[in-house]
Antibody
């Protein structure tokens, strides 16, 4: 059974960098054909895809966040990470990591999710 | 505003059937990309309910079903139960994002 767990600071000051790590257990992030993803959900608002790292290492970011976000992978620790620079209060949200499994045509669905971690941007 | 449009809310009495629509465009559902559905209970992560338009993961009751036609998709729930009260989201691949797009979510109330 695959499990994902987010970790990182719950409070970040405006203009600083938000950093989160997702630790995966029950499966290797470097095997199979999966899209290891970050997703966020501001309170009472829509779910927003932040981006993904494919098993091969290719990365896609949501164009709305591309200028501020960076993903990385540490296969030795079976972790992938998110850095979001120059945060504002609008970046306050529950951040989830998830595994995307490919469908035949194209795209993928998220079959495993972390429990989510609330990150608040405030001075 | 999401490019996948869902009704903000739907409701039904126990035992009834409800449907939730998800309307997209030619850059996502209409381009042939599959639609997936999630159920989110308060304070928890979304849970996969339907994948690839009409497939249920193991453990999801057959009261839940999905369909897709043209630029839209629907989630149907039959035999409504109190435990079905939750937020429901559709999701698909979007060409303009080169990634995933979620619908705005639909709050299901069991009367």
């Amino acid at each position: 059974q695959v499990q994902l767990q987010e970790s990182g600071p719950g409070l970040v000051k405006p203009s600083q960098t938000l950093s989160l790590t997702c630790t995966v257990s029950g499966g290797s992030i470097s095997s199979g054909s999966y899209y290891w993803s970050w997703i966020r959900q501001p309170a009472g608002k829509e779910v927003e895809w932040i981006g993904h790292i494919y098993t091969s290492g290719s990365i896609k970011y949501n164009p709305s966040l591309k200028s501020r976000v960076t993903f990385s992978v540490d296969t030795s620790k079976n972790q992938f990470s998110l850095k979001l620079r120059s945060v504002t209060v609008a970046d306050t949200a529950v951040y989830y990591c998830a595994r995307g499994s490919r469908v035949a045509a194209a795209g993928y669905y998220f079959d495993y999710w972390g429990q989510g971690t609330l990150v608040t941007v405030s001075s | 505003q999401s490019v996948l449009t869902q009704p903000a809310s739907v409701s039904g009495a126990p035992g009834q059937r409800v449907t939730i629509s998800c309307t997209g465009s030619t850059s996502n559902i209409g381009a042939g990309y599959d639609v997936h559905w999630y159920q989110q209970l308060p304070g928890t992560a979304p849970k996969l309910l339907i994948y690839a338009n009409n497939n249920r993961p193991s453990g999801v009751p057959d009261r839940f079903s999905g369909s897709k036609s043209g630029t839209s998709a629907s989630l149907a729930i039959t035999g409504l139960q109190a435990e079905d009260e939750a937020e429901y989201y559709c999701q698909s691949y979007d060409i303009s994002l080169s990634g995933s797009q979620f619908g705005g979510g639909t709050k299901l109330t069991v009367l």
